[in-house]
């Protein structure tokens, strides 16, 4: 299911005796954001599923770039970051070494909106989330494709290869025209769909072996707005012959 735009009222109506139609509007109301809500600061210990626990024996939140490539360069291994904690693998386990959280370092650095026949774009800092970056387009664009969650960092989700919703749509990291890295002596690389096409093609979904993410340039095409189809109560004779 695709939202470009977070703060959402649902019409739902039944079109089929198993399945509801909700149509998509905005509103004024916002959806949950990433930071700043209660139990946020256990992120930095345990993933979101409590199946794993991180370990770390220093935690770093910079607020700058300088920061973080200071908070890089002296960390003690093995160095993880995390994003929202939503993955279920050991991705961000760091038993004894330093764990890495972006999430001060969550700014919109640049958009350009969408034209006929053109494509937007938007770049943001690591820590970005789905939910401020749609909250920034408010109907001037949106993105492709969102995952199931959008208070995921769009860092954390690209990294772990998040696929997003639709069957025809291609993953979230394909939206990616441009990635920043600081690698481990602290100094910046980048890679981008003009410059090194086949590099950006590699160094999407990089697992955090990389380097740390600190900033991303997104497509945003022209706003839309969705259905989404919830079946309910399905059969299984049904579910399978469909």
Same mark, same amino acid.
């Given at each position: 299911?695709?939202i470009?735009?977070v703060?959402l009222?649902g019409? *739902?109506r039944r079109?089929?005796? %198993?399945?509801?139609?909700?149509?998509? /509007?905005t509103?004024s &109301?916002a959806a949950a954001?990433s /930071?700043?809500v209660r139990?946020y600061?256990?992120?930095?210990e345990?993933?979101w599923?409590?199946n794993v626990?991180?370990?770390? +024996? !220093?935690? &770093?939140e910079p607020r $700058?770039? *300088?920061?973080l !490539?200071?908070?890089?360069r002296? @960390?003690?291994?093995p160095?993880?970051?995390?994003?929202?904690? &939503?993955?279920?693998?050991?991705? *961000?386990?760091? +038993? #004894?070494? $330093?764990l890495?959280?972006?999430?001060?370092m969550? !700014?919109?650095?640049d %958009?350009? +909106?969408? +034209?006929?026949g /053109?494509?937007?774009c938007?770049?943001?800092?690591?820590?970005?989330t789905?939910?401020?970056?749609?909250r920034f387009?408010?109907g001037?664009g *949106?993105? =492709?494709n969102?995952?199931?969650?959008?208070q995921f960092?769009v860092?954390? @989700?690209? @990294?772990?290869?998040?696929h997003?919703?639709?069957? &025809?749509?291609q #993953?979230? @990291?394909c939206d990616? /025209?441009?990635i920043?890295?600081v690698?481990?002596?602290?100094s910046?690389?980048?890679y981008? =769909?003009?410059e090194s096409?086949?590099?950006?093609e590699?160094a999407r979904?990089?697992?955090g072996?990389?380097?740390?993410v600190t900033r991303l340039t997104?497509?945003?095409?022209?706003y839309f707005?969705v259905s989404?189809y919830?079946y309910d109560d399905?059969?299984?004779?049904t579910?399978?012959e469909?």
């Open positions: 299911m695709l470009p735009r703060g009222l019409i *739902a079109t089929h005796p %198993f399945v509801t139609r909700t149509s998509y /509007r509103s &109301h954001v /930071r700043g139990g600061e256990q992120t930095l345990r993933n599923g409590g626990r991180f370990g770390a +024996a !220093q935690v &770093h $700058t770039l *300088a920061e !490539q200071s908070s890089v002296d @960390a003690a291994a160095c993880r970051v995390v994003g929202r904690g &939503h993955s279920f693998s050991p991705v *961000a386990e760091c +038993a #004894g070494g $330093t890495l959280s972006l999430h001060r969550n !700014q919109i650095l %958009f350009e +909106a969408p +034209a006929a /053109r494509l937007g938007i770049t943001v800092q690591g820590g970005t789905y939910t401020e970056i749609a387009l408010d001037r *949106a993105l =492709r969102l995952p199931s969650c959008p960092t860092a954390g @989700a690209i @990294a772990t290869g998040t997003g919703s639709g069957v &025809h749509i #993953g979230l @990291a990616v /025209r441009m920043e890295f690698r481990g002596d602290g910046l690389v980048s981008s =769909r003009e096409p086949e590099l950006l590699g979904v990089h697992l072996c990389l380097g740390v997104l497509d945003v095409v022209p707005e989404a919830r399905v059969p299984l004779e579910a399978i469909a």
